[in-house]
T-cell receptor, first 108, second 115 residues
Framework: DAKTTQPPSMDCAEGRAANLPCNHS???????VYWYRQIHSQGPQYIIH???NNETNEMASLIITEDRKSSTLILPHATLRDTAVYYC?????????FGTGTRLQVFP | NAGVMQNPRHLVRRRGQEARLRCSPM?????VYWYRQLPEEGLKFMVY????????ESGMPKERFSAEFPKEGPSILRIQQVVRGDSAAYFC?????????????FGEGSWLTVV
């Protein structure tokens, strides 16, 4: 599975959009980009995933660049409950390999 | 549709005892994954199972740890002769199939404390 690079931490004001970047320059054509988050002491929560096209669901939007070497997770209106560690994972095999993620702190 | 169910949520064992952690996958899911998260560390893959088969155990410690997913019943992660270093959160996840486009869903975890 391709390696991902994420900033270790980010801040976001409540009500504003949170844009979390992820670099995956060695991604292969059949590898998906997955995003999960882990709120303290809870199990990882699936957010969204995509292959080539941008994706949107009730939680977030995923923007994948045309060359697929990077992506951005967008939480359109961040709330305090969105404070968590966010993991960007490139999945080319059966399992998910977690990195260190981005610790997002949403402040009032 | 119930999510991935893990029990017990919290387990305390004395050094040398055995710990058994159970995981019931989501309905219709036949693939199970186990992960371990040590205090203040990231999630580490341990093992991937289908019904009655271990597919990938590359993350399992070579000794004392075993996993099974029988034809009937939950998946079991078994830790024999526990040591303090086994104290961690153990997360189970499931998916309907093992292909890369199928979403993997996680349970809330089992917290093992070895005293």
């Amino acid at each position: 599975d391709a390696k991902t690079t994420q900033p270790p931490s980010m801040d976001c004001a409540e009500g504003r959009a949170a844009n979390l970047p992820c670099n995956h320059s060695t991604i292969s054509g059949n590898e998906y980009v997955y995003w999960y988050r882990q709120i303290h002491s809870q199990g990882p929560q699936y957010i969204i995933h995509g292959l080539k096209n941008n994706e949107t669901n009730e939680m977030a939007s995923l923007i994948i660049t045309e060359d697929r070497k990077s992506s951005t997770l967008i939480l359109p209106h961040a709330t305090l409950r969105d404070t968590a560690v966010y993991y960007c994972i490139v999945r080319g095999t059966d399992k998910l390999i977690f990195g260190t993620g981005t610790r997002l702190q949403v402040f009032p | 549709n119930a999510g991935v169910m893990q029990n017990p949520r919290h387990l305390v064992r004395r050094r040398g005892q055995e710990a058994r952690l159970r995981c019931s996958p989501m309905k219709g899911h036949s693939h199970v994954y186990w992960y371990r998260q040590l205090p203040e560390e990231g999630l580490k893959f341990m093992v991937y199972l289908q019904k009655e088969n271990i597919i990938d155990e590359s993350g399992m410690p070579k000794e004392r740890f075993s996993a099974e997913f029988p034809k009937e019943g939950p998946s079991i992660l078994r830790i024999q002769q526990v040591v303090r270093g086994d104290s961690a959160a153990y997360f189970c996840a499931s998916s309907p199939r093992g292909t890369t486009g199928n979403t993997i869903y996680f349970g809330e975890g089992s917290w093992l404390t070895v005293v």
